[in-house]
């Protein structure tokens, strides 16, 4: 199965661009990249999804490497709120089965 | 509303006691799937349905059923539960697309604590 590895915290200033990498680098080629946060013990929220194209929405932009082997997901002015849990996850091909990185805390200070 | 529901919220129960968390969903999505959450070591998936009648193992099942004979639910059965199955308990929904699963939402969370 494709494994996920993201660094356990980071820190941001408030206004700042957050970069926070995940590494993926036993993905299938058709597996997808998904990303979501935790907010304290709250349902996880998505946040965004890519396959091989850089995708953008109006939370965050996600770079996939053209190898795929790893992805950033960036937020491009981080707020006191955007403090969370991220989750980089990826989906065994053909399945329903979902991997979980051990996810990053970002904290984002004033 | 759209939402994913599960009950009870918390509970407290005994070594080996059978229980049952119940999470619905009222989107009309074919995906359903559990996890749990521990400390140090993120959400971890228990086991997921694609659709009615077809249920498969995450990476935790041991000591977990599931079943789905309705689209809408997808219970947690813990036929003998163990204090190592204390935990914070997630249900999630989602529509499945060609080759994406689409937005995951989630449930409130169930909190369990074994004795």
């Known amino acids: 199965d494709a494994k996920t590895t993201q660094p356990t915290s980071m820190d941001c200033a408030e206004g700042r661009a957050a970069n926070l990498p995940c590494n993926h680098s036993t993905i299938s080629g058709n597996e997808y990249v998904y990303w979501y946060r935790q907010i304290h013990s709250q349902g996880p929220q998505y946040i965004i999804h890519g396959l091989k194209n850089n995708e953008t929405n109006e939370m965050a932009s996600l770079i996939i490497t053209e190898d795929r082997k790893s992805s950033t997901l960036i937020l491009p002015h981080a707020t006191l709120r955007d403090t969370a849990v991220y989750y980089c996850i990826v989906r065994v091909v053909g399945t329903g089965k979902l991997i979980f990185g051990q996810g990053t805390t970002l904290q984002v200070k004033p | 509303e759209a939402q994913v529901t599960q009950n009870p919220r918390y509970l407290i129960t005994v070594t080996g006691k059978k229980l049952t968390v119940t999470c619905s969903q009222n989107m009309n999505h074919e995906y359903m799937s559990w996890y749990r959450q521990d400390p140090g070591l993120g959400l971890r998936q228990i086991y997921y349905s694609m659709n009615v009648e077809v249920t498969d193992k995450g990476d935790v099942p041991e000591g977990y059923k599931v079943s789905r004979k309705e689209k809408r639910n997808f219970p947690l059965i813990l036929e003998s539960p163990s204090p190592n199955q204390t935990s914070l308990y997630f249900c999630?929904?989602?529509?499945?697309?060609?080759?994406?699963?689409?937005?995951?939402?989630f449930g409130p969370g169930t909190r369990l604590l074994v004795l």
């Open positions: 999630a929904s989602s529509l499945l697309g060609t080759g994406v699963l689409e937005t995951q939402y």
